[in-house]
């Protein structure tokens, strides 16, 4: 059993560029989220869905959209991308959602030039 | 202002020493608080989480400690390990099921040196 995996590891993109961070979990959790580390701010939360086909907004979801078609995969999509959104993105999921106890991804590394 | 204040910011620890990490918290109403250890490069991954009526709860040589009225938790690791290295996450969760609200904080950086 994977748990969740994500990709790509890191990534260097260009401003303006549009990019998808994928996230699977084979796990079979309801809930599944997207966050992202910066140094001196800890874990921010962009978007996370409770069910397959519904996703809401988290903390600073802004520039990023997200998608659920189905149970297993949740991917985060960058339109244009900033230099603001280099980062560390952890994809997360829970069983039932909160309050259940969230399992994290990787991560990926994200550096926008 | 974060709600979710952890203290020290950093600590470098002996090996086989003792040591704990605070975290205070203002986030209203409260449903649960978790602490997740974080090795670098690596996601975070769960180590213990409290409900307001559990006030202590143990994982290995991981005690964390939770007094709801005061609002604080305190993570203790016994007898250090080199692989103790890590950043510590304290969450405190107001929600229910269904409406994420999620609080972190910015984590305690341990180093355990030889």
């Known amino acids: 059993i994977a748990g969740i995996t994500q990709a790509p590891t890191s990534q260097i993109l260009a401003a303006g560029r549009r990019m998808t961070l994928r996230c699977t979990q084979d796990m079979r959790h309801n809930a599944m989220y997207w966050y992202r580390q910066d140094l001196g701010l800890g874990l921010r939360l962009i978007h996370y869905?409770?069910?397959?086909?519904?996703?809401g907004k988290g903390e600073v979801p802004d520039g990023y959209s997200v998608s659920r078609a189905n149970t297993d995969d949740f991917p985060l999509t960058l339109a244009s991308a900033v230099p603001s959104q280099t980062s560390v993105y952890f994809c997360?999921?829970?069983?039932?959602?909160?309050?259940?106890?969230?399992?994290f991804g990787p991560g990926t590394r994200l550096t926008v030039l | 202002k974060n709600q979710v204040e952890q203290s020290p910011q950093s600590l470098i620890i002996l090996e086989g020493k003792n040591c704990t990490l605070q975290c205070n918290y203002t986030v209203s109403p409260f449903s649960n608080l978790r602490w997740y250890k974080q090795d670098t490069g690596r996601g975070p991954v769960s180590l213990t989480i409290m409900t307001f009526s559990e006030n202590t709860k143990s994982n290995g040589r991981y005690t964390a400690t939770l007094d709801a009225d005061t609002k604080q938790s305190s993570l203790h690791i016994t007898a250090s390990q080199l692989s103790d290295s890590a950043s510590y996450i304290c969450v405190v969760s107001s929600s229910v099921y269904g409406n994420n609200r999620l609080a972190f904080g910015k984590g305690n950086q341990v180093v355990v040196i030889p």
């Open positions: 997360a999921s829970s069983e039932r959602g909160e309050p259940d106890t969230q399992y």
């Open positions: 869905s409770n069910t397959a086909g519904t996703t």
